[in-house]
């Protein structure tokens, strides 16, 4: 089954701290991986993508196969970082690029 | 421009009356479109996509369906709502490389 796992609802850390989102994917092909955040009253929109291998507002991913998991990392949170942030995974082939999302996480960064 | 639009954007219905979301799209032709589900708890859920006009596929058994009568509109539709039909209704159109961009969406909370 294709499944995407965010295990913390919510993870709540100070300005300044490192940040780890955690995605694990269950997927029996080689999917593409997405980050997707909303930001308070803004649309849900891409942060970054594995194939891409960019960092987008300081924020990196790395897709490890062996583990299936692609953990969204920052080395030192900003307050504007604090978002609802979403893991995604498409699969290869089809004729769409339809998406399956984990239950998310709420970043919040303290001041 | 790729705006997606989505309305109304919040909607109290009583159960048992009949729904329909309408979702346009501009800027682009024979988009593939979809609707997402976001319930509390439980992330985005893909309830449908539409890869042309009138071809519409169904990815979970439920209370709800879709239509695509033109091809930059997508309608999601129910002729009797049920209390789980609440939640957060959102459009989205996705581009050659494989990114979803999303509307505002729709509140629908269901008495």
């Known amino acids: 089954a294709q499944r995407v796992t965010q295990p913390e609802k919510l993870l709540s850390v100070f300005k300044g701290a490192p940040v780890e989102l955690k995605c694990n994917y269950s997927?029996?092909?080689?999917?593409?991986l997405f980050w997707y955040v909303q930001y308070s009253r803004q649309r849900l929109q891409l942060l970054l993508r594995h194939i891409s291998r960019e960092s987008i507002k300081g924020f990196t991913a790395d897709l490890n196969k062996g583990e299936t998991s692609f953990h969204l990392k920052k080395p030192f949170a900003q307050e504007e970082d604090s978002a609802m942030y979403y893991c995604?995974?498409?699969?290869?082939?089809?004729?769409?690029?339809?998406?399956?999302f984990g239950t998310g996480t709420l970043l919040a960064v303290q001041p | 421009s790729q705006t997606i639009h989505q309305w109304p954007a919040t909607l109290v219905q009583p159960v048992g009356s009949p729904l329909s979301l309408e979702c346009t799209v501009e800027g682009t032709s024979n988009p593939n479109l979809y609707w997402y589900r976001q319930a509390a708890g439980r992330g985005l859920q893909l309830l449908f996509y539409s890869v042309g006009i009138g071809q519409i596929s169904s990815e979970v058994p439920q209370n709800l369906s879709a239509s695509r009568p033109q091809d930059r509109q997508f309608i999601l539709s129910s002729k009797k709502l049920l209390l789980s039909d609440s939640g957060f209704y959102l459009c989205a159109r996705d581009s050659r490389g494989h990114e979803q961009f999303f509307g505002p969406g729709t509140r629908l909370t269901v008495l």
């Open positions: 995604a995974l498409s699969p290869y082939g089809g004729a769409t690029n339809k998406l399956i």
């Open positions: 997927y029996s092909g080689s999917p593409e």
